[in-house]
């Protein structure tokens, strides 16, 4: 089956203690991407990827680091976790050509207290 | 600059249309999507239009694309109440690579 995997889906931890949110996808996609959902303000992206070591910031990339080694995984790294991190973390991927159909994973709700 | 805007709630009996509605400014766009979000679960792509074309329909969704007035609308006919969810509208534009810019949502309620 065609999908977005992302691990944890919920997370409690403490301002300062690093943590690495994981994103895999199968299809194929050279496209990544990160996006965090608050209410009110929608999906912002963080980061995004164009393909294997081509990384690029999003909007919000503020505390934030990604690497992208292999082409299937994307994972989001917060190095020093602060309460504003508290979020929903939604990863995406697409094909570069085309109507950019992204696909997202189920999300991850980061709490950080 | 890029901004997206839709209004926060709309509520409709079961059976009755919606209409979704979204406003942006970028008028470099290429494509306008609908995304439908259910509680708890990942953002999941209804339909899209590219930004040359007025109308797409798709079983009972509608899109209506006024590029003059950069204003997208989403049109569910006979709605459900499994149609309950976040509608996000977002657009992608020229030279922007495959970022989506998306609107804030559109909490859909359907009662009975």
């Known amino acids: 089956e065609a999908q977005v995997t992302q691990n944890p889906r919920y997370l409690i931890t403490v301002t300062g203690k690093k943590l690495t949110v994981t994103c895999s996808q199968n299809?194929?996609?050279?496209?990544m991407s990160w996006y965090r959902q608050d209410p009110g303000l929608g999906l912002r992206q963080i980061y995004y990827s164009m393909n294997v070591e081509v990384t690029d910031k999003g909007d919000v990339p503020e505390g934030y680091k990604v690497s992208r080694k292999e082409k299937r995984n994307f994972p989001l790294i917060l190095e020093s976790p602060s309460p504003n991190q508290t979020s929903l973390y939604f990863c995406a991927s697409s094909l570069i050509q085309g109507a950019n159909e992204q696909f997202f994973g189920p999300g991850t709700r980061l709490t950080v207290l | 600059g890029e901004d997206v805007e839709q209004s926060l709630f709309l509520s409709v009996r079961e059976g009755d249309s919606s209409v979704i509605n979204c406003t942006y400014t970028?008028?470099?766009?290429?494509?306008l999507y609908w995304y439908k979000q259910e509680p708890g679960a990942g953002l999941q792509l209804l339909t899209y239009?590219?930004?040359?074309?007025d109308m797409k329909q798709d079983q009972r969704l509608t899109v209506l694309l006024n590029k003059k007035d950069k204003h997208l609308s989403l049109r569910i006919a006979d709605t459900q109440t499994g149609d309950s969810a976040i509608y996000f509208c977002a657009e992608s534009f020229t030279g922007g690579g495959n970022k989506l810019t998306f609107g804030t949502g559109t909490q859909l309620k359907v009662e009975l």
């Open positions: 970028d008028s470099s766009s290429t494509y």
């Open positions: 299809m194929n996609h050279e496209y």
């Open positions: 239009i590219f930004s040359n074309m």
